[in-house]
């Protein structure tokens, strides 16, 4: 018995990697490593990595750059060469690897200069937007969530001159503060509810928009999924420091307001220092 199949038999793993689907995975996760075999420290984590995965029900697309045998000699790193080009050929023109995550393991030495490569490829997640047309604010509709501070930057915008367009997003908390979004829509011109969004319609409207508005009061704010969802499509954040949020969005990726000011100025004080009513981005 060969130590791959030894190590396949202890680990109770299928023999062979998953063929990709025909269409999108649910979780679009690309895997750059080394897989077994040959067996090696690197190899057997990524490919006990790939097992959860798929038992967690995601389809990871692998792309295996590991060396045929356990030689480290420069010939055979140089070998490895024509794997490392077909699985950047794979990266580049898979038009749906786009949007999804990144998973690399980093060899020590020499073998990191593959890797760079695969850094410096086209990005797997959504590039940030140039220029800003939308704001957004998805959430649970309440005004412990900050939906009235949302509306007062949009009118400040509307009153300004500016020419964003504002969504709404999310299921109402109540009745009150459905009647009151309802009349603001009235009232503001570029604002428009969207209703609850979830899973493709979620996407497509991240997709749609330009940048995120959180403007959260909840005094239990830990640390907001919308915030993540966010950065995963490139988008740049206006919230409050609640919970968690001044250690998720830095200076680098949009503007931490102290929950003590009031939202409308320093929103509308970032936008234009930034140049994003000019489309110069955040």
Not at 80 to 95: D, E, N, S
Request: proline share 6%.
């Amino acid at each position: 018995m060969t130590g791959w199949e030894r190590y396949m038999k202890s680990r109770s793993a299928v023999g062979t990697l998953p063929k990709e689907r025909t269409s999108d995975p649910p979780n679009r996760i690309v895997m750059v490593g080394a897989f077994p075999p040959p067996v090696h420290g690197m190899a057997a984590v990524n490919a006990a990595v790939r097992e959860r995965l798929v038992e967690a029900g995601a389809q990871p697309v692998v792309i295996d750059v590991s060396a045929r045998s356990l030689e480290r000699s420069l010939l055979a790193r140089l070998r490895r060469l024509p794997r490392v080009l077909k699985g950047l050929a794979k990266v580049a023109l898979t038009r749906r690897l786009r949007g999804g995550t990144l998973y690399m393991s980093v060899s020590g030495g020499l073998g990191q200069m593959y890797e760079v490569f695969f850094a410096g490829s086209r990005p797997l997640a959504d590039s940030p937007r140039s220029c800003l047309k939308t704001i957004r604010f998805i959430s649970n509709i309440s005004a412990a969530k900050g939906v009235f501070k949302f509306l007062d930057l949009v009118a400040v915008c509307e009153v300004e001159g500016l020419q964003l367009k504002a969504k709404l997003a999310g299921p109402f908390e109540n009745a009150e503060t459905e009647r009151h979004v309802l009349q603001a829509l009235k009232e503001l011109h570029s604002l428009d509810y969207v209703g609850p969004q979830y899973g493709a319609d979620k996407k497509t409207f991240f997709d749609s928009i330009d940048a995120l508005i959180f403007p959260t009061r909840y005094a239990n704010e830990a640390e907001p999924l919308t915030i993540h969802e966010a950065a995963t499509h490139g988008l740049p954040v206006i919230a409050y420091g609640r919970g968690s949020i001044p250690e998720i969005v830095g200076s680098d990726c949009g503007l931490v307001i102290d929950p003590a000011e009031t939202l409308a100025p320093a929103a509308l004080a970032q936008i234009r220092s930034s140049g994003l009513e000019h489309g110069t981005g955040l």
